[in-house]
């Protein structure tokens, strides 16, 4: 028996969503390309696996670029320094410029040289991109500096409802009109991710469906290439973490469950909903009275709390955490404790 704790890889679950994905794409959208987003789980195999299907990519940082195919690639980011832009020039990759700082960075590393580069669209107040006043601004200076405008990026947000997607979906409408106005004839409209989990659809009573007849509806009129960028609804039912009770203990009239993984590896800052199983169930058990724990992590911090948990736990069983596919891996700490190992399901 493997050493809790430890993840398992479900590359045939990944599969499958990320070809559901697809068919609803070629079902639904002219032209389009699907660029995984790197951030949300970089596992070498998800990487491998993915870049098999057929499956483009968006990185956001040099270690995210090491990591990928030099194929079609978004470079996406706030921040971007200059060797990673020397890169992504060099591989002729989408940059997605998100100031004009880093349009006066491309354009210096150019010296006059033609390029073609997106915008990114600010429609919230944000610390990303544009907003709708400045881009008059950005179009003169960047046609100064023989640098042609031919794609915008936005991002709806993370897990982000229908609703408020279609608004934003005919918010971007309205700018590529003003675009073309303006003589900017677009090939790319990059709409980001935000598409949620399957957890998140069914809480919500929709499906994927329902995004991509949206983004029909509103952008396929358009004569460019559709962009996505998903993530979580690739990945995030395609990992599983195997955890033990190490503890079980009494305090101020609640059970507590001590795991051995907490907030360094289930960060709340996913927007994840975790769902938690026993494994080594016992037919004893069926008809033993079921009780509340509290599931709480080996760190020394008082809020490394993960959920309750009802039913019947001792000390030794095994916890099945499902729906952790989505940044649980990136963001996992290496603090007091190792980041776990993966294991592959083959």
Aim: aromatic residues 10%.
């Amino acid at each position: 028996m493997q050493q809790t704790p430890y993840f398992i890889f479900k590359p045939k679950i990944l599969t499958q969503n990320y070809l559901e994905f697809e068919t609803l794409c070629q079902r639904h959208l002219k032209n389009f390309k699907i660029c995984y987003s790197v951030k949300t789980n970089s596992s070498p195999e998800v990487i491998k696996t993915l870049n098999r299907l057929g499956s483009n990519f968006e990185v956001a940082s040099l270690n995210e670029i090491k990591l990928v195919p030099k194929k079609f690639v978004v470079f996406n980011g706030p921040c971007k320094i200059e060797e990673e832009l020397r890169i992504a020039i060099k591989n002729k990759f989408l940059i997605n410029v998100d100031s004009k700082s880093e349009l006066e960075k491309i354009a210096a590393i150019l010296k006059g040289k033609p390029a073609e580069v997106s915008l990114r669209i600010s429609l919230k107040d944000s610390k990303f991109g544009f907003d709708e006043a400045q881009l008059n601004s950005i179009i003169e200076y960047a046609k100064s500096g023989n640098i042609f405008i031919t794609g915008i990026h936005f991002h709806s947000g993370t897990q982000v409802n229908l609703h408020e997607y279609k608004a934003n979906l005919e918010k971007i409408s309205i700018i590529v009109y003003f675009l073309e106005k303006k003589g900017i004839k677009l090939k790319y409209i990059d709409i980001g991710g935000g598409f949620p989990d399957k957890i998140q659809l069914k809480n919500l009573n929709l499906s994927l469906e329902n995004y991509l007849s949206a983004i029909n509806q509103h952008l396929n009129k358009f004569n460019v290439t559709i962009i996505l960028e998903p993530g979580r609804n690739l990945v995030c039912d395609a990992f599983e973490l195997i955890t033990k009770v190490n503890v079980i203990k009494e305090n101020f009239g609640r059970t507590y469950a001590i795991l051995d993984v907490g907030i360094n590896l289930l960060s709340k800052i996913t927007l994840s909903a975790y769902k938690f199983t026993k494994i080594n169930k016992q037919d004893k058990e069926i008809n033993k009275q079921k009780k509340e724990y509290i599931l709480a992590g080996p760190l020394l911090f008082s809020n490394d709390i993960l959920g309750k948990f009802i039913g019947n736990l001792k000390e030794g069983d095994l916890i099945k955490i499902e729906n952790i596919g989505a940044y649980c891996y990136n963001l996992a700490w290496d603090l007091s404790y190792n980041k776990p190992k993966i294991y592959i399901e083959r």
